[in-house]
């Protein structure tokens, strides 16, 4: 059915108080129910798995995806299903939309352990406590809930802001839970197949797991050119492509990322690392700039780890610069953060949702409680003095209030752009300390980032009539969901070779690369570096402000990303080139498949999503399960 909504002419003109009272009556569901036992137990337990999902990806690619949608067609099937057959009644659409509440908020929770923390431990070269972690991560979490909340009756109630992904989840549920309900389970039939047969695929590339069923002839090579390497060998410069990590793979989660992040960043991707890696890589190897090793077969190996010192600084500067001018480049976003802050739109009136909504005093005691335990944290075990640890918090305000805005109205959260001035700012206040630069930066960047990501997830329950009381607990338990399961894996899955092994070619970990670089160029100085690597560093980011100055100037047509040609240089060939056919896949199906009744576009067209979310789903998890049979079933050490 069509959600009711405000006109924009009441939205300019009525109070926050009539805006209130219009939605109790004409939207709120009453106590239908939402935070309810089933609700949260399925939303902690799809969480759980689908953080798995994007540490798999972030550490492949340095994003995180949001798993709400794929989290809400997955718990609308199985209880559609268990309905059927009489084990349960079906889900309420407000049990699903507390669902995806805490799901999603386990999902984004994992952003630290693909960036900051594990950016900290390079750097220092120690595996932090579990213990720690887990805690760490909790709290700077929960800070970002307390954070958002009271910005909620702004951006939401008030300005009735967009929030363009919350709001098509909203969509999404609102169709699964009325007259689209068969299209609703024909989604889950398309994610539930995409998932299971990326994970069969996953699993197949395992030759150790395939040798042990005593299938080995079945296994999916890794690579697909191993045909050709049998008959002669490639090479630029004299280099072997194979040390470039030029090579085409069967990695179908990076194919499936590269179909939700879309054509235009696919294609920016696959410039920059042809970019990368056939002309730069090469030529700086020409010139001594990149050494290799010899092996004992007698030839010099490269490798990922060895380019990526090297190519990072261009790469990175063109990012920060990048990021820098788009950010300060909308200077009405920033205006409008802060516009009507202390505005009394209602002070004076009555709350005539205080019975559904957080009481303030929750945010008045909580906040300075949480905020301590953040700064205590920081300065017990990451060696961040008290009094820089409390400037993070005032600080983390105005860039929460920043964050909200740009998410309110575009769905992106500018966290990186926000962590590297963070970094500047500590870099000016505390030279020298690489440990504060990169934990006071990880406090701001990820409470605001996780308050952007809460007022995401509130979005949908607004336009469907849910108690926000409610979905505030649910997100709670979604990030306990999310670092009890995610932490460990963490731990077992990408640190059982140490901090020096994180960096691996199937896992580059770019976020982090990236965190540690910056912290690095800031604290010990620009003149640690090559003298080639200082030239990268310069042109990089001259051509991240010409690039995204073109971009900006074009309103957003011209093709090619800067901040997507950056990241090839901290993600190996093959997985860009994955990530690249991905999107061209999907691009080229949207374009030859016109007939919106084809059972063709139904299926790939109108399915995008479900086939992505099931293909990174089914792929990521099955990943992470071959990682640990391989190292503590089949070869423990």
């Given at each position: 059915m069509a959600l009711k909504q405000l006109t924009p002419e009441q939205i300019r003109t009525w109070t926050l108080e009539q805006k209130d009272r219009w939605w109790l009556e004409n939207v709120w569901r009453g106590d239908m129910p939402q935070l309810t036992w089933r609700s949260a137990l399925t939303g902690m337990g799809l969480g759980g798995l689908l953080s798995l999902t994007n540490l798999y990806v972030g550490a492949k690619t340095g994003w995180t995806l949001g798993v709400g949608i794929t989290s809400v067609i997955l718990a609308f099937a199985l209880f559609k299903v268990m309905a059927r057959v009489g084990l349960a009644r079906e889900f309420t659409i407000l049990e699903n939309n507390c669902m995806q509440s805490i799901a999603t908020a386990a999902g984004y929770m994992t952003a630290p352990l693909i960036s900051s923390l594990a950016a900290y431990m390079m750097?220092?070269?120690?595996?932090?406590?579990?213990?720690?972690?887990?805690?760490?991560?909790?709290?700077?979490?929960?800070?970002?809930?307390?954070?958002?909340?009271?910005?909620?009756?702004?951006?939401?109630?008030?300005?009735q802001h967009p929030f363009p992904e919350g709001r098509a989840a909203g969509i999404v549920m609102d169709a699964l839970h009325s007259s689209g309900a068969q299209e609703g389970l024909f989604k889950a039939k398309v994610l539930v197949t995409a998932g299971g047969l990326s994970a069969l695929a996953k699993l197949m590339q395992s030759h150790a797991v395939m040798e042990k069923l005593r299938l080995g002839w079945l296994t999916i090579p890794e690579y697909l050119d191993g045909w050709l390497y049998r008959l002669t060998t490639l090479q630029i410069r004299g280099v072997d492509l194979r040390e470039l990590t030029v090579r085409p793979d069967t990695d179908f989660v990076m194919m499936a990322a590269g179909g939700l992040m879309g054509i235009r960043v696919g294609v920016s991707i696959l410039v920059g690392a042809i970019l990368n890696y056939l002309i730069l890589v090469p030529w700086a190897i020409s010139i001594g700039a990149i050494e290799g090793r010899p092996g004992a077969d007698g030839v010099v190996h490269y490798g990922f780890r060895t380019i990526t010192a090297w190519a990072l600084w261009g790469g990175v500067a063109m990012m920060t610069t990048a990021s820098l001018l788009a950010f300060f480049a909308k200077p009405q976003l920033l205006v409008s953060a802060f516009r009507g802050l202390f505005r009394r739109s209602g002070s004076a009136q009555s709350d005539v949702l205080a019975h559904i909504e957080?009481?303030?005093?929750?945010?008045?005691?909580?906040?300075?409680?949480?905020?301590?335990?953040?700064?205590?944290?920081?300065?017990?075990?990451?060696?961040?003095?008290?009094?820089?640890?409390?400037?993070?918090?005032p600080l983390v305000f105005v860039f929460t209030l920043i964050a909200v805005n740009s998410t309110a109205l575009t769905s992106i959260t500018p966290t990186g752009a926000m962590g590297k001035l963070t970094q500047l700012t500590y870099g000016l206040l505390d030279p020298g300390n690489i440990k504060s630069n990169l934990m006071t930066a990880g406090i701001t960047a990820e409470v605001a980032s996780n308050a952007s990501n809460l007022l995401m997830d509130i979005k949908p329950g607004y336009m469907l009539g849910a108690k926000p009381r409610q979905q505030a607990i649910g997100h709670v338990l979604g990030i306990l969901a999310g670092a009890l399961v995610s932490v460990p894996v963490f731990y077992w899955v990408f640190l059982r070779g140490g901090p020096s092994e994180l960096v691996q070619e199937q896992y580059p970990m770019p976020a982090a690369t990236i965190w540690k670089a910056v912290a690095e160029a800031l604290t010990q100085g620009l003149s640690q570096l090559p003298v080639s690597a200082r030239w990268a560093a310069l042109v990089g980011g001259v051509l991240g402000l010409v690039l995204e100055g073109v971009?900006?100037?074009?309103?957003?047509?011209?093709?090619?990303?800067?901040?997507?040609?950056?990241?090839?240089?901290?993600?190996?060939?093959?997985?860009?080139?994955?990530?690249?056919l991905g999107a061209f896949v999907f691009w080229l199906?949207?374009?030859?498949?016109?007939?919106?009744?084809?059972?063709?576009?139904?299926?790939?067209?109108?399915?995008?999503?479900?086939?992505?979310?099931?293909?990174?789903?089914?792929?990521?998890?099955?990943?992470?399960?071959?990682?640990?049979?391989?190292?503590?079933?089949?070869?423990?050490r």
């Open positions: 750097v220092t070269n120690a595996v932090i406590p579990m213990g720690v972690t887990i805690t760490w991560m909790i709290a700077v979490s929960v800070l970002g809930v307390l954070f958002a909340f009271p910005l909620k009756k702004r951006f939401i109630n008030d300005e957080l009481p303030m005093r929750v945010f008045v005691l909580g906040i300075p409680l949480a905020g301590f335990a953040v700064v205590w944290i920081g300065h017990a075990y990451f060696d961040v003095k008290w009094w820089l640890g409390a400037l993070a918090i971009r900006l100037i074009t309103k957003g047509r011209f093709w090619l990303s800067p901040v997507g040609l950056g990241l090839a240089t901290v993600i190996p060939f093959n997985t860009c080139l994955a990530m690249f199906a949207e374009r030859w498949i016109r007939r919106e009744t084809s059972p063709a576009h139904r299926l790939i067209v109108q399915n995008q999503e479900p086939i992505c979310g099931g293909v990174i789903a089914g792929g990521a998890l099955m990943g992470i399960a071959v990682i640990l049979l391989e190292n503590f079933v089949l070869n423990p």
